[in-house]
């Protein structure tokens, strides 16, 4: 059975950081996409970050660019989402995601449960 399972997240203060990670079983995602989006209450699921199979190509969205690092462990398939200067708005359930091909936003073929992040301001 495939699955993605997210961890790490967390109550946190505005300015704070927070690691999100998220670990693969069922099948070895080394040669896949990997990206993180998430939903905020009330919002659709947007995209946040991705990265290529071999860590050499990375995308994020706007709103987190300088802020979060995306990277990944392809001997433990695992994808890490390093979030600092966390703000309120970064509030949400974090959603890992993998795919074939395509560093960026889109569809997505494998999905986890997702992990809550809540920034207190």
């Known amino acids: 059975q495939v699955q993605l399972v997210e961890s790490g997240g967390g109550l946190v203060q505005a300015g704070g950081s927070l690691r999100l990670s998220c670990a693969a079983s069922?099948?070895?995602?080394?040669?896949?996409?990997r990206a993180w989006f998430r939903q905020a209450p009330g919002k659709e699921r947007e995209f946040v970050a991705a990265i290529s199979w071999t860590g050499s190509t990375t995308a994020y969205a706007d709103s987190v660019k300088g802020r979060f690092t995306i990277s990944r462990d392809n001997f433990k398939n695992t994808v890490y989402l390093q979030m600092n200067s966390l703000k309120p708005e970064d509030t949400a359930v974090y959603y890992c995601?993998?795919?074939?091909?395509?560093?960026?936003?889109?569809?997505?073929?494998?999905w986890g449960q997702g992990t809550q992040v809540t920034v207190s301001s």
């Open positions: 069922g099948h070895t995602f080394s040669t896949y996409v």
């Open positions: 995601a993998a795919r074939i091909v395509g560093v960026g936003a889109g569809q997505y073929d494998y």
